[in-house]
């Protein structure tokens, strides 16, 4: 079979992957290892909710929503709080994820199918690579968003603010794709975190189509995502009146599904830059 057809093992055709066979790939990665990825993104999606309320709970006594540590009436400061440390947690615990998901989807697109069990100890010594990949993260996309918000802010006082804000916008967009690759890389590359940051922006320019492509097909996923997460909350409400309980199992359902396709559609973008840069070795070193 011709190379641009493309032999197919596994999840996804051996040749340089289109936006469908990206988003059909993460699909059926999750449909061929139900117990790796929903089965541990379930166990993260619980652990995570309950961490995340814990946090909110021990930092505030209660509802952020109801509570004012500026003094002044309508502060966004307390929500605001409570949604970094809710991301903080879910991010903590799903480097346990991340780990997982990298660890299995390499595989599959040879046709190679890991448990769980197998998945957790393959990837496990990644997880600290993976800490300091979200953090590194969290700080230049963090610092970027604070510029960007201080420019937001000028905005309101002139309209020459908006020459401040744009920019910081556009590198916290900018930085946000050109790392995306990197949780991959520290998993099947076991690269430390600055370095896998460096190497997702050479894969993201040189081999997985370029920027923009990156930036459309993670555009794409998370409008899937929040399709979803808008119908599954919605149906929640309506069951239950919006309850804090229902809130917490519709978070839990969304993590779930939501999450392990997300994150085996960005292992593919991986290892299809890897193809694009390298060839068919690339895909067999990908798959480890």
Not at 195 to 219: I, K, N, Q, T
Not at 227 to 232: G, M
């Amino acid at each position: 079979m011709s190379e641009d057809i493309g032999l197919r093992l596994g999840i996804v055709p051996l040749r340089p992957l289109s936006v469908p066979d990206l988003l059909r790939g993460a699909l059926d990665a999750v449909r061929r290892h139900p117990g790796a990825l929903l089965g541990i993104g379930f166990a993260v999606a619980v652990v995570g909710e309950l961490a995340a309320r814990l946090a909110v709970l021990l930092a505030f006594g209660g509802d952020p929503a109801g509570l004012d540590l500026t003094g002044h009436p309508g502060s966004a400061f307390p929500p605001f709080a409570a949604s970094l440390l809710r991301t903080a947690a879910f991010g903590l615990v799903g480097i346990v994820l991340a780990a997982v998901v990298n660890t299995v989807v390499p595989r599959a697109v040879f046709g190679h199918t890991t448990r769980a069990s197998a998945a957790l100890r393959a990837g496990s010594p990644s997880m600290p690579a993976l800490l300091g990949v979200a953090v590194l993260t969290g700080l230049l996309v963090g610092l970027a968003a604070g510029m960007a918000a201080l420019g937001a802010l000028a905005v309101a006082i002139s309209p020459l603010g908006l020459v401040l804000a744009l920019p910081p916008l556009g590198l916290m967009l900018y930085l946000s794709v050109v790392l995306l690759l990197a949780p991959p890389v520290a998993v099947v590359e076991r690269l430390g975190p600055v370095a896998a940051l460096r190497r997702s922006r050479e894969l993201v320019h040189d081999g997985a189509g370029g920027w923009w492509r990156v930036f459309g097909v993670a555009l794409i996923a998370s409008l899937v995502g929040l399709a979803l997460k808008v119908a599954v909350y919605s149906v929640f409400d309506a069951i239950s009146g919006g309850t804090a309980f229902a809130d917490a199992l519709g978070a839990i359902l969304v993590g779930t599904l939501v999450t392990p396709w997300t994150l085996a559609l960005h292992a593919l973008l991986y290892v299809d830059a890897r193809y694009r840069v390298e060839g068919s070795e690339g895909l067999w070193r990908a798959a480890g």
